[in-house]
Every structure is written in C-alpha cells, then in structure tokens.
C-alpha cells in the first residue's frame, strides 16, 4: 500500500436514514502556551476549569454522552504504575469522551496516554499499517517519508498511545485533575477553501431509481497550522426540487475544525439565496456540495451535501498544512494493523463480480494465551434490555466486540440462543445457524435445536418449545432464574406454573400480557402455558423432571453458544438456506450492513462488517456468504444486521460512526489478559 493512500481516514458509510445526527456546539476557548509557561501548576488548573465550566454554561444541549459505566474487572495489562486516569477529555473546553491515563517513567518524566479511539475520533489522528503491537505509525499534518510513531500499551479494554513528545512537538499544553484530562491546542486559522470536481462513472443502478450523474469532489482546506478536526454524518437532505425525484437523497456529512475560518471565508459561505454565489478567489462557489460554513465559539464547522453512496475520506498534509477531504463511492482506507498479540484489525474493499464491498474485521487468535471469547449482554442478572455496543462492551471490560443474535426491538428480549459458560440466558428457535466454542479455541458451527422434555406421572412426557425466550408460539415455554428474578406474561391468558424443588408448588393465571410479574424461584423454574389445554396434567404437588439435550449434539460439548443465522459457510462449501432456518424471501433478498463470525483454515477466528457496496447498497445473504468466503473463512455464520451492526474495538466503533449504530441487546466480546 502507497504512503498516499495509507494516510487517509475512512468514514463509514450508514444507511440508517432515520437517524438524525446531533452536532456537538459546546464552546471552545484557548489559552496561549506562554501563560503555563509562566504560572504555577495549580494556577494552571484553575484557569483551565474555570474557563471550561464557564463555556459549558452556554453551551446547547446538543452533545449526547455515551460514555460507559467504569468498570472494575481488570484488563489486559497491570494498572501499577498509573499516576491518574479517567473517561473524559476537555479538548479546547468542550468535555468529550475519551479515556486517558498518566503514568512515571523510568527516567522520572511523567508519560501521558491517550486511547487510539479519543485519538481517532477527537483529534483525528490516522493509524497507518503496522506490524508491531508495541508502537502505532500515525498520520496528523506530519510527513509523508516519516510518520510519527507511537508507543502502545493494552490497559482495561484500551490500546493507550503514549503521547507524551508528541503533544511537545504540535505545541499542546495538557492538565489532568480527577478523571479529567484538559487540552489545549495552539489558535489555527483555515486561510482559503479551495474546490474541484471530476465526474466519474455511475454505480450499477438500482431498480425503479435514477441516480444522477457521480462526481468525485475535493475540497482543500489551507490553514496556518496543524488543528484537532472531526467528521460526523447527519441525516438526509431534501428540497423542493428533489421531492419529485426517485434519486436517493443527499446525506448530510459535517466536519469542524478547532480552526477559525478567515473573515472572507464566512461570507463567502455565509447563507445566500443565489446558488452559486461570486467567489471573490475567482469562479463559483460550488452550494452543491458545501452547504454552508460557520464560525461557533472559535471552531469552523462545515456542512456538506453529499451524494448517496458516497462518503469522505479525508487526510492531512504537511508543508503547507491542509485537510484534504475527498468524496468518493470508495471511501474505505485498506489497513492491516497489529493492534495487540493475536488481533489484527484489517480493512479492505472485497471484490464479488462488479462490485466492490468494504468490509473491516478483527482476525483473532483464539490459542493466543489470556485471549478468550464470551458472549456479552446489557445486564448480568436479566434477559431485558438494551445498549449501545460501546457501553455493553466497556462495561464487560471487552476489547473487542461484535453484535450478535437477533431481538425484538419493542419488548428488548432475545430472539435465539445465548449460552454462556455452560447457561442457557436464551434458548435457540427455528432451528437456526448458531456457532459453539469454548476456552481452548475449538468451534463448531451449525444449525440448532434445543429439545427439553418434561416427564411427569406415570412417565408422560410433555415438550418444553422454548427456554427463556423472547419467542412466542402456543406450547409450553420454560424461564430460569438466568432469565433474571421474574417473568412477566408475553401473551394474554398465559397459565403460570410454579416448579420449586422439581415439584409443582402453584398454578396461577397470567391474566393480560405485560401486567403481572411472577417471581422466579432460585431452586426451581416457571412453567409458562400458552394456548394449551393440558393445564390439569399439573396440579400442584406433581412431581417433574426435565431432559434437555441439542441437535446437533456436537453442541452440547460446548460451554459457550450464539445463535443467529443463517448458516452461511460450512465446511469451506456455502451452504446458505434462508427459508429452512425461517429467514422470509425479502430478507434474503435484502441489501443491508452485514455482521458475520467465522473461522478460517488457520484456526483463526473473524469477526466482520459489511456495509453499502461502492456507490449502492449492502449485500444481500448470498453476497455476504461470498464475502466471508473470500476472506478466508471455511465456517461462517451470519449475525444480526442492517442498523445493529457495529464492530467495537478499544473504545471505538471502527465501522460506523456511533451516532448511526442502533442498541443492541447482546454481542461476542473479546477479553484479552496479559500478564
């Protein structure tokens, strides 16, 4: 891979058109580095706190924080050494999510570290290719020949770079108190704007739509110095003129700078009622594409309109300095970095026929030592809920994670099977893909069925459908207390037997659904009647027992297990069967972001996102199989999809902004303990 092309950010393309984007207007401020040159620490402290908690008084209510809750369950890495650490950055006075640390070195100097996401995400620092764990080469305004490199060590679920000569050699003057870490970065000025179009061929077209001619777009952005940016989508973008039209909208993509735009700049793009208003550099100003461009407490924020199936890349250049953002359907950067011992993040354009996919992936070495796969969830003590992958990773203290089994949206139950360390938290349906392993990196993939049977008088057996599941059909259904303390009736007219002790102790009515809550008891279970009539073959005091077994019994040696599906790779042959496994002909046909888990020829396990295809939509099932086989994989099982996707690692999603990534309500995390 060129230097070029190395040095570009990716920013994921989404399709979750319904979900509005909120931009961040907390105020900024800065504080010359003379000023901390000449006062003492403590004043330091005080100037930057009370600066900061004056701007935040004015700021809008706009920012959502989604930072995890702490957790205590180490990490990776010994936490000796570590002088101060925390979960919150005040870049410029805006408070942001991002964690850090501060630590002695061996020759007395005091080391800070921030997290590769807050870099990525707050600063927009670019991670190049690498090979070696211990150190990142980075790109930030900084040299094409060398770039900088920093040094990397794995702490409670994050990748911490050690940015301590770095911040020296950009000028930013840093404070920590409490869990807060404050930065300040030297005033840069964005001096000219400059744009250019070249038209480039049309993607496939999708039926019944008419897509309007593509160009690819540059906009270059000249400033004095080096400045902190970031890049978010928005929503979709209509007009009058287009509601007629049958072209996908425009999205809104917004990029702000810790740079002030010069005077003529903002009038430039301040709002006009002419569509190409004079510019006063020569030409037009291009409104296609810019929207408009403002000045907001000392940050320039930059509306664009940008074109369906295309998305920016954007990178920086040294010498002058400039943010180059490039609109392009092939957004997506190639990396293959070694993020830690036995994880590899990769990320790539996927060929089938055509087109063209972006697909990203963690390639884990199960065998690595202290490395380890587990099923996640929202909430240790209930089946109920949801949460953005980042928080359900974060509070397990996973590195990694990957969304995973299917669930329903309005009640926040889980729709197939989940066991983890020998438990059933959900019992598998419709006989659908799921995939087994345990601590020593065997695996096994295929389709599976739970079949529990109660036995009651004379050696009667009666078949138990379903085992604390969000999955309803008439028949007898079974929850345990790792369902959590109580379950409340799904359906009306339930019958609620009470089994403690393996004996019946109560029957009780369920009345409607969702209004009564019946206690789980910890020495038994409940027994949920629904539209059954064999209500009187368990009165109170009849004796039962259970049989519970999996098919394919190759299940039952695993203590780990997620359901999902379809089965897409077995056996290195695609053995892809949507309707077998109750999947409807329109989600087969589908085309949506994919999530995907697999295991290659190596033994190696993956872990992948798919989204929209170069200037379209993402894969259908059939295409994603490919996909996984084309990657590598000889086993692949397909995951929940479409706005659920989200691929976690260190605090980040690397596929998506989070903005756009639904709650979920559970994943496959990945724990990394080192010694």
Known sequence: MSQHHSKKHYCALTNSSNQRWLWLRHASYRLPSRMFRSIAPTAVVIIIFCLCTKWSSRAEESWINTSPVTQNIPCCTSTSGVLASGKQIILNGRTLPGAWLQERGTDGRVKTFLSDGALRQIVGVDFLSSNSAASQPIEW???????????????????????????????????????????????????????????????????????????????????????????????????????????????????ALDAIADAALSQRYAPSTSATPENPHGGKVDRSIVRKLEVVNNRTIISLSVPFGMAPQIMTLANPNRLVIDLRPD??????????????????????????????????????????????????????????????????????????????????????????????????????????????????????????????????????????SGYVQSGIARYTNTWGTSYTPLTDNEIIVIVQQNRVTNQLPGGKAGETTFTIPQDGYLLTLRAYLGASQLPIGTPVSITSTTNSPNFNRYPHIMGAG??????????????????????????????????????????????????????????????????GCVNALNLDGGSSTGLYLGGQLLDRSSNTAARVHNGIGVFLEQE
């Open 566 to 631: 379809p089965l897409l790779v077995q056996n290195n042959q695609i053995v892809l069967d949507a309707a077998g496994e109750k999947f409807s002909p329109a989600f087969s046909r589908q085309k949506a972001a994919r999530s995907g888990i697999c295991t290659t020829a190596s033994g190696s396990v993956i872990i992948a996102a798919v989204h929209n295809r170069a200037g379209g939509l993402g894969p259908t099932l059939a295409e994603h199989a490919q996909l996984m086989k084309n990657i």
């Open 141 to 255: 305004f900084s040299s094409n020949q060398k770039p900088s490199v920093l040094a990397t060590r794995l702490l409670q679920g994050h990748r911490y770079m050690d940015i301590t000569d770095f911040t020296q050699t950009v000028g930013w003057v840093l404070q920590a108190n409490g869990n807060l870490m404050a930065i300040a970065t030297p005033k840069a000025q964005i001096k000219n704007i400059r744009q250019s179009q070249q038209s480039i061929a049309t993607p496939r077209k999708l039926p019944g739509v008419s897509l309007p001619p593509f160009h690819s777009a540059r906009i270059v952005l000249d400033l004095d110095r080096p400045s902190p940016w970031q890049v978010s989508p928005g929503g979709t973008i209509t007009s009058e003129t287009e509601a007629e039209s049958t072209a996908p909208p425009n999205r809104e993509w917004v990029v």
């Open 331 to 468: 957004a997506l950067v190639q990396r293959d970095i070694n993020w830690a011992t036995g994880l590899r993040w990769r990320q790539q354009f996927v060929t089938l026929g055509t087109e063209r996919f972006p697909v990203v992936w963690l390639d884990i070495n199960p065998r690595q030592s202290g490395l380890r796969l587990q099923p996640i969830g929202t909430d240790t003590t209930s089946q109920t809920g949801t949460a953005p992958l980042i928080q359900m990773a974060e509070q397990s203290s996973a590195v990694a994670a990957i969304n995973a089994g299917y669930f329903n949206r309005n009640n926040r139950l889980p729709l197939g099977a989940i066991r983890r360390g020998g438990q059933w938290l959900s019992g598998p349906i419709l006989n659908r893909g799921a995939i087994a392993w345990n601590d020593s990196g065997e695996f096994y993939f295929g389709r599976l069925t739970l079949e529990e049977t109660l036995i009651i008088d004379n050696n009667q057996k009666l078949p138990i459908l379903f085992l604390n």
